[in-house]
């Protein structure tokens, strides 16, 4: 089996500043000559960084999904809605478009982006060799999807507007929306601090 040669195994270093690529051994300095930004030859605790991200993302997607992300009060009643309560009220209203919309993009989505950074993760820690191409592939699926990711907090907004339409009632942001939001900026962030490269680094 041939050995695979990367820009590391050959000596060379990407500036993550302004993506040129040096050879080591021409750098007397750790710093990119170009942009003068500091050289690594992968991010710097990458997998340490991912990692406590990605359980602080999956320990706050219980709580955004089983707290109220908003209360509403009228002259009659006061209401505590969940994700999940809200879908349900606009599929028995029948509006399943937008309960759709706000299923995908406040529930699926995020379970997905977080598994998938999972798999990821666990295949750079074991070094493994299989799949390579696949798995780099998924990361960059979850990178792509990343940038979409404030849709999720757009769908809350509608469901907070749609309750907003009722005449003499007004909404309050609930725990649940806070943590929903700290959900996704934690995948975004994760996503940006894993070092793709690893997934290519032989086995140590």
């Known amino acids: 089996m041939i050995a695979l040669q990367t820009g590391k195994s050959l000596g060379l270093i990407l500036c993550l500043e302004c993506r040129a690529t040096v050879r080591a051994l021409d ?3 750790p710093r990119c000559p170009r942009c003068h ?4 030859p992968r991010k710097p605790h990458s997998l340490a960084l991912t990692t406590a991200l990605l359980l602080c993302a999956a320990v706050l997607y219980i709580p955004a999904n089983l707290l109220p992300v908003m209360y509403t009060r009228t002259v009659f009643d006061e209401e505590k809605d ?3 309560s809200g879908v ?3 599929l028995h209203s ?3 478009p ?3 919309l706000v299923f995908v993009a406040s529930i699926v989505v995020p379970m997905l982006k977080i598994l998938a950074l999972v798999v990821v993760l666990f295949s750079a820690w074991r070094g493994s060799a299989r799949y390579r191409t696949q798995r780099s592939e998924l990361y960059r699926m979850v990178e792509f999807i990343g940038r979409w990711s404030m849709l999720d907090v757009y769908a809350i907004s509608l469901l907070v507007a749609l309750v907003q339409i009722r005449s003499l009632a007004s909404v309050a942001v609930g725990w649940g929306a806070l943590a929903f939001g700290a959900v996704v900026v934690l995948t975004m962030v994760a996503a940006r601090t894993f070092d793709e490269r690893l997934l290519w680094d032989p086995p140590p």
Do not use: E, K, Q
């Open 27 to 29: 750098v007397r300095y």
């Open 37 to 40: 930004a500091h050289l690594h």
């Open 82 to 84: 969940t994700i999940m």
């Open 88 to 90: 349900l009220v606009m």
């Open 94 to 96: 029948g509006s399943w």
């Open 98 to 100: 937008i309960a759709v």
